[in-house]
């Protein structure tokens, strides 16, 4: 158990047992990629694999923070926590109580140990797992209570996500902060970025004898490289071009009669992405409320086109991985996550799941690319307190 491993390290490392261990998930999302930072609708679920914080509070305002992925114990002040500083995971940890104080909470320092048990750099968002982990830590030994309900989780997520944008700089939409907290187990989550809106949308394929691989290319990928936020700058000039606060508002309906004004097009098949992806999550949602799967998978590979050829954030590791698994006859797949690397995800009868593994690996192998690391996962539970 990594509660308990968590648990350990923090008393090895300062001396005493910690006040209460944490965890939160990583993610995947279903459908909807890119849509979040453009007030648009994606259906992430939440993962079985956790990060987990053991924490306890302290009478000043020092922060010392280990992990078990780290090398060293960092200490700082939440008095010299800013943009950049400090850098790595601890911008991920020490970034929350800065960020819940700047929404006017009153926080003080911690002790933390981090035993993170998402894949690192796999797309599965081992830092939104990380900060919620932190802020379910924060949140209880403090007394904020911001765990109590679906509006307070939404409060505690925007925390998470000005640590993630502000202390680490990383330009990301929060999609994988709300996955982390309001994510519940066997529904996928309908996250409505225009006004935080939810839904729960069952999401239980084992009961339909079906499986939800997610593979990891372990292909490189990082999104404080620039392509990211590259990505967010177009939409955000295409929506400014078209005249709308954001390319959510513009209507699929003679899509390309209104894309034809833009400038280049660059920006036509950036917002063409967009705006057809933001359909295909609508659309999703139809389909898993008939559970009408073939049509789901007809979508991921929709969306997956889109990502390759409009939004251009696939790389041929992704692309192989879908092609290999529909070739083991899955219903559909799609890269997951801010792409460059990073996930797919398949969709494949649950008989099938270990051939669709056996040959996604050989395709792998075939075209020289290292070895991917692929699993069958459920839709988990949000960020709660373990102990
Ligand atoms: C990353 C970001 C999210 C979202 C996805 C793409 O995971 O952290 O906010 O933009 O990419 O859908």
Avoid: K
């Avoid at 967009?274 to 139809?286: D, F, M, P, S």
């Amino acid at each position: 158990m990594s509660a308990d491993s968590a648990a350990a390290l923090f008393e090895a490392t300062f001396g005493r047992a910690p006040d209460g261990v944490w965890s939160a998930p990583g993610r995947v999302n279903l459908i909807g990629e890119h849509t979040d930072y453009n007030a648009g609708l994606c259906l992430p679920i939440a993962l079985p694999h956790r990060t987990y914080a053991a924490a306890s509070p302290r009478d000043d305002r020092l922060l010392r923070l280990v992990s078990a992925q780290g090398d060293h114990v960092v200490e700082l002040s939440l008095d010299d926590v800013a943009p950049g500083r400090p850098g790595g995971w601890a911008a991920y940890v020490a970034g929350v109580p800065w960020a819940l104080e700047r929404a006017g909470h009153r926080v003080r320092g911690l002790e933390v140990a981090i035993d993170g048990r998402v894949p690192l750099g796999a797309g599965l968002s081992s830092s939104a797992a990380l900060e919620c982990a932190v802020g379910a830590a924060a949140s209880d030994l403090f007394g904020l209570g911001l765990l109590d309900a679906p509006s307070t989780r939404r409060a505690l997520a925007a925390a998470c996500i000005d640590a993630e944008n502000t202390i680490a700089r990383a330009p990301t939409g929060g999609m994988d902060q709300s996955a982390a907290l309001l994510g519940t187990s066997l529904h996928a989550l309908l996250l409505d970025c225009r006004d935080q809106h939810t839904e729960q949308v069952p999401f239980d394929l084992a009961a339909h004898d079906l499986a939800l691989l997610v593979i990891d290319t372990r292909a490189e990928h990082a999104l404080v490289d620039g392509q990211y936020a590259e990505r967010r700058r177009s939409c955000e000039q295409a929506a400014q071009e078209l005249g709308v606060p954001t390319l959510r508002e513009v209507p699929p309906a003679r899509l390309e009669e209104r894309l034809a004004t833009l400038s280049s097009d660059l920006l036509r098949r950036r917002a063409r992405h967009i705006v057809t992806e933001i359909r295909r999550v609508e659309q999703a949602v139809e389909a898993l409320r008939h559970d009408d799967f073939g049509r789901l998978g007809t979508l991921f590979l929709e969306s997956h086109a889109s990502m390759r050829d409009d939004f251009e954030i696939s790389v041929a590791e992704l692309d192989t991985a879908v092609e290999a698994s529909v070739a083991a006859g899955a219903l559909g797949a799609r890269m997951t996550g801010g792409g460059f690397g990073g996930s797919a995800i398949a969709l494949v009868p649950a008989a099938r799941a270990d051939r669709a593994q056996r040959r996604v690996a050989q395709a792998f192998s075939d075209r020289g690319f290292r070895a991917p690391d692929s699993f069958v996962v459920a839709a988990s539970g949000a960020a709660q307190r373990e102990r």
